[in-house]
C-alpha cells in the first residue's frame, strides 16, 4: 500500500509520542548540561526518541532550546509567581519564595535555576533566548513590586524605599546567589545572601 497519504507530521515520529512529557525531559538535559554541552546524543538518551523525531517535533537545537526555556518558565517562573499572589501577608509570600530558592540551592545535582544558568552561558548572543530571559525577568520584577507594595502599605516595609527599584535587588540578588551555587557547590552562601536579604527587606 502506498505511503503517500501518510501525514508529515507523522514521519520519523513513532506511535504514542507524548510531545509534552518529551520536552519534560528536553528540558532536564538542558538544565542539567547547559546549552553548549547538551548534544542531539544526549537528548536522544534522555528522551528515548531519535534525532531526526525530535527535529521534526521540536525543530534544531536552537529552537529545541527555546521551547525548552518556555517550558521551564510555565513551570518554575510561574510556581514563584503564582507564591507572591498566594496566601498570607506579603512578608510571609516572599519568605516562601525565598525558601524555594535556598532549596533549589540545597539540591545534590546543584543545577540552580535554568533561567538564570542561560544567562551566565549565553547572554545577549542569541536574540530570541535573550527576549525569552528578558520577559520573563520583566514579568518577575513586577510581581516582586506589587508584593513589597502591598507590604509597605500592611506596614511590614520602609515606605520611603521604591518598591520597583528593591524588587529589581531581590531579583539580581537572587539570580546571584543561585549562580554562585550552581558553580561552587556551596549552598552555605545562598543561604547566607537570602538571609542577608530579607533582614534588608523586613527588618528579620
Same mark, same amino acid.
Given at each position: 500500500?502506498?505511503?503517500?497519504?501518510?501525514?508529515?507530521?507523522?514521519?520519523?515520529?513513532? !506511535?504514542?509520542?507524548?510531545?509534552?512529557?518529551?520536552?519534560?525531559?528536553?528540558?532536564?538535559?538542558?538544565? !542539567?548540561?547547559?546549552?553548549?554541552?547538551?548534544?542531539?546524543?544526549?537528548?536522544?538518551?534522555?528522551?528515548?526518541?531519535? !534525532?531526526?523525531?525530535?527535529?521534526?517535533?521540536?525543530?534544531?537545537?536552537?529552537?529545541?532550546?527555546?521551547?525548552?526555556?518556555?517550558?521551564?518558565?510555565?513551570?518554575?517562573?510561574?510556581?514563584?509567581?503564582?507564591?507572591?499572589?498566594?496566601?498570607?501577608?506579603?512578608?510571609?509570600?516572599?519568605?516562601?519564595?525565598?525558601?524555594?530558592?535556598?532549596?533549589?540551592?540545597?539540591?545534590?545535582?546543584?543545577?540552580?535555576?535554568?533561567?538564570?544558568?542561560?544567562?551566565?552561558?549565553?547572554?545577549?548572543?542569541?536574540?530570541?533566548?535573550?527576549?525569552?530571559?528578558?520577559?520573563?525577568?520583566?514579568?518577575?520584577?513586577?510581581?516582586?513590586?506589587?508584593?513589597?507594595?502591598?507590604?509597605?502599605?500592611?506596614?511590614?516595609?520602609?515606605?520611603?524605599?521604591?518598591?520597583?527599584?528593591?524588587?529589581?535587588?531581590?531579583?539580581?540578588?537572587?539570580?546571584?546567589?543561585?549562580?554562585?551555587?550552581?558553580?561552587?557547590?556551596?549552598?552555605?552562601?545562598?543561604?547566607?545572601?537570602?538571609?542577608?536579604?530579607?533582614?534588608?527587606?523586613?527588618?528579620?
Amino acid at each position: 500500500m502506498s505511503s503517500s497519504n501518510a501525514s508529515p507530521r507523522s514521519i520519523g515520529r513513532p !506511535r504514542g509520542f507524548d510531545r509534552d512529557e518529551v520536552l519534560l525531559k528536553v528540558v532536564e538535559v538542558f538544565w !542539567r548540561l547547559g546549552y553548549n554541552e547538551t548534544s542531539y546524543r544526549e537528548l536522544e538518551a534522555a528522551t528515548g526518541e531519535g !534525532r531526526q523525531s525530535l527535529v521534526h517535533a521540536f525543530g534544531d537545537k536552537a529552537a529545541m532550546f527555546e521551547l525548552a526555556l518556555r517550558r521551564y518558565i510555565d513551570s518554575r517562573v510561574n510556581e514563584v509567581i503564582e507564591m507572591l499572589r498566594g496566601s498570607g501577608t506579603a512578608s510571609q509570600r516572599v519568605r516562601r519564595v525565598f525558601a524555594r530558592w535556598e532549596a533549589d540551592a540545597r539540591a545534590d545535582d546543584h543545577r540552580g535555576c535554568l533561567l538564570i544558568n542561560t544567562g551566565g552561558e549565553i547572554g545577549p548572543k542569541n536574540a530570541a533566548i535573550a527576549a525569552v530571559m528578558a520577559d520573563s525577568t520583566r514579568h518577575l520584577v513586577s510581581e516582586f513590586a506589587k508584593t513589597f507594595q502591598q507590604a509597605m502599605d500592611a506596614g511590614e516595609m520602609d515606605q520611603s524605599l521604591s518598591a520597583k527599584s528593591l524588587a529589581r535587588l531581590t531579583v539580581a540578588a537572587g539570580d546571584g546567589a543561585l549562580l554562585h551555587s550552581r558553580v561552587s557547590g556551596n549552598a552555605a552562601s545562598t543561604k547566607q545572601t537570602l538571609l542577608t536579604l530579607r533582614t534588608l527587606l523586613f527588618g528579620s
